[in-house]
């Protein structure tokens, strides 16, 4: 028996074309961050020669999750550079060298997820379904009310975070039995 991965294929494309990440499957969600560290990452990418912008208007970085068993490079990997806020930190903010466009962000550690940055998809992205981190907020006026606003991180995110967690280990064991 073959295993085939969900047939939801969205692309994430630098602003050149030369980079193209693929993502499989549903989203585990569509967030906005507003935490020092996102803040901090999206300005540094945005001070880079011709960068487009990370941060959107309210201050906060926008991404979709994505389970990383569910994410590949398409196209021109070579190209993707990874940045650090701090040196020890296991928070990748990966780029396209080509064009300095913020592609996703991901994890030295364990964690089964990555945030890819919401402007670089093509075509139409989900909707937001949380603010995160809002106490952190810079930017004056207003945060949207387009999704529910947390604080800090949410129980709601990481019950969507565990149930990714367990739905990628049962597709790990199920493709292995079927091998």
Not at 74 to 94: F, Y
Not at 129 to 151: H, S, V, W
Request: hydrophobic residues 40%; glycine residues 4%; aromatic residues 8%.
């Amino acid at each position: 028996m073959r295993f085939t991965l969900p047939q939801n294929r969205t692309i994430a494309a630098c602003s050149c074309g030369s980079v193209e990440i693929e993502a499989s499957g549903i989203p585990i969600t569509s967030v906005v961050c507003y935490c020092d560290d996102c803040q901090n990452g999206s300005r540094h990418i945005e001070s880079l020669p011709n960068a487009a912008p990370v941060l959107d208007p309210d201050g906060g970085t926008a991404y979709i999750v994505y389970r990383k068993d569910r994410i590949r490079t398409a196209r021109g990997a070579a190209l993707l550079k990874s940045h650090k806020i701090k040196a020890e930190s296991v928070t990748n903010r990966v780029f396209a060298a080509c064009c300095n466009s913020a592609m996703y962000l991901n994890f030295d550690d364990s964690k089964h997820w990555v945030d890819v940055y919401r402007a670089r998809l093509r075509g139409a992205a989900p909707p937001v379904q949380m603010r995160l981190c809002t106490k952190f907020r810079r930017a004056a006026g207003e945060i949207p009310n387009d999704a529910p606003n947390y604080p800090m991180w949410s129980f709601r995110l990481l019950a969507k975070l565990l149930i990714a967690r367990l739905a990628m280990r049962l597709t790990a064991f199920t493709h292995r039995r079927l091998q």
